[in-house]
């Protein structure tokens, strides 16, 4: 069973940084996009930045300069290093990947749990 586990979140003043890893673990064959996702209260689910396995990354214009995504594909593993965070960036964080498991025939979307971040002004 493939499984996407975060870590990192929590409770930061503004202007401070935090940083997200989320690993991906079970019976993967391949994995296509890796990305982050928040929700606020509210709000709807919104992409935040995502790192294609081969391509260039993308992220929300409200998080360029600021966030960065990295993705380390020997261990299924993707980072957002976070700086300069605001109280508008406050929401539930949420990894994504898009990966084919062992066994299937296509790829599927996989999320985490999502992670807290709150950021006070």
């Known amino acids: 069973q493939v499984q996407l586990r975060e870590s990192g979140g929590g409770l930061v003043q503004a202007g401070g940084s935090l940083r997200l890893s989320c690993a991906a673990s079970g019976a993967i064959f391949s994995i296509n996009a890796m990305g982050w996702y928040r929700q606020a209260p509210g709000k709807q689910r919104e992409l935040v930045a995502v790192?294609?396995?081969?391509?260039?990354?993308n992220y929300a214009d409200s998080v360029k300069g600021r966030f960065t995504i990295s993705r380390d594909n020997a261990k299924n593993t993707v980072s957002l290093q976070m700086n300069s965070l605001k109280p508008e960036d406050t929401a539930v964080y949420y990894c994504?990947?898009?990966?084919?498991?062992?066994?299937?025939?296509?790829?599927?979307?996989?999320w985490g749990q999502g992670t807290q971040v709150t950021v006070s002004s």
């Open positions: 994504n990947a898009v990966l084919k498991p062992l066994g299937l025939s296509r790829s599927y979307d996989y």
């Open positions: 790192i294609p396995s081969g391509g260039t990354t």
